[in-house]
């Protein structure tokens, strides 16, 4: 398991290296572009030079990529979608250059339409940028279930996965703070093996390809998406050490996207997160 956070881009991929390293992560995702900005970010090939050498004898050794929010591949308005699919191709292409293990996405939101033809759009665009780029692969989110967001269940994450048409890059990515507020208590040993037999049965666990973990503010199936400092949220240090000794999650990496998770307090919150794996790992002994 590699145990890391977000960070942050600035100054190119290789400050986010450093920034990693410094919090003795062995994982880091980032925005490849300004999530407040359509913008696509493209990298030259000195910045992946850098970034390359960087990675020679640092603790990092997975990155991911987040598509900024921006992005919602289901909607209705065909110009959001263009929009969605110019900056989803940039990330894709950019995880290629830096050999990312995957680009993260939050699918879409139906908003207040239906959720069917919004899977169905999300899935159009999903495959178009699949199509457009080679290499990477993209893994989608499930989500807290707010706002009509798609992939609140494992069955709409199934039914994206079909309509993006079933592309061998494509995989999950399961956030622990998102499960829980939609209504999947990960919170013991056995309630997760529950929660990932079924979505064995569902997805398939062959699909699952990388992890974030966040405690919740909020409280059980609320679909609010609220992040916590680890340990301090519903899931708690308990929850914590159930998540990251997890046998399925072995070789995943594990991201924290916790507030404030990019400032200096974070390196106490991977070392946090390592602890709890001990403690994890010495109770399933």
Same mark, same amino acid.
């Given at each position: 398991?590699?145990i &890391? ?15 990693g390293?410094?919090? *003795? ?9 300004s999530p407040r ?16 050498a /960087?990675?020679? *004898? ?10 900024v ?7 209705? #308005? ?16 950019? *995880?290629?250059?830096? &050999? ?15 959720v ?23 893994h989608l ?8 967001t ?15 048409? *079933? +592309?061998?890059?494509? &995989?999950?990515?399961? +956030? ?17 093996g529950?929660?990932? #037999?079924?979505? #064995?049965?569902?997805?398939?666990? +062959?699909?699952?390809?990388s ?9 059980? &199936? ?9 340990? /301090?949220?519903?899931?708690? +240090? ?8 997890e046998?399925r ?37």
């Amino acid at each position: 398991m590699l145990i &890391g956070a977000h960070v942050s881009p600035a100054g190119g991929p290789a400050k986010a290296v450093e920034r990693g390293a410094e919090k *003795g992560a062995e994982a880091i995702q980032i925005f490849n572009q300004s999530p407040r900005m359509w913008r696509p970010r493209y990298y030259s090939d000195e910045e992946v030079a850098e970034y390359t050498a /960087a990675l020679q *004898g640092s603790s990092v050794r997975a990155l991911l990529i987040h598509a900024v929010y921006l992005l919602n591949c289901a909607s209705e #308005d065909k110009e959001i979608r263009a929009k969605s699919l110019t900056s989803l191709i940039a990330s894709l292409e950019a *995880g290629q250059k830096l &050999g990312a293990v995957a680009v993260v996405l939050h699918p879409g939101s139906a908003l207040k339409g239906k959720v069917p033809p919004a899977i169905k759009r999300a899935g159009a665009t999903i495959k178009k940028a699949l199509d457009a780029t080679e290499g990477c692969a993209l893994h989608l989110e499930n989500t807290a279930g707010a706002g009509g967001t798609l992939g609140r269940t494992f069955g709409e994450l199934a039914a994206l996965l079909e309509a993006a048409g *079933g +592309d061998p890059r494509l &995989g999950i990515t399961l +956030d622990s703070c998102h499960l829980y507020a939609s209504g999947y208590d990960v919170r013991t040993r056995e309630s997760l093996g529950a929660v990932l #037999d079924q979505f #064995d049965a569902e997805v398939g666990g +062959d699909l699952l390809g990388s992890l974030h973990f966040n405690d919740s503010q909020s409280g059980f &199936g609320s679909n609010v998406d609220r992040h916590a400092i680890t340990g /301090a949220g519903e899931l708690g +240090d308990k929850g914590g050490e159930v998540w990251f000794s997890e046998p399925r999650f072995e070789a995943l990496p594990v991201v924290l996207e916790t507030p404030g998770v990019d400032s200096d307090k974070s390196a106490n919150e991977v070392a946090h997160a390592k602890a709890l794996r001990k403690k994890g790992l010495r109770k399933r002994r």
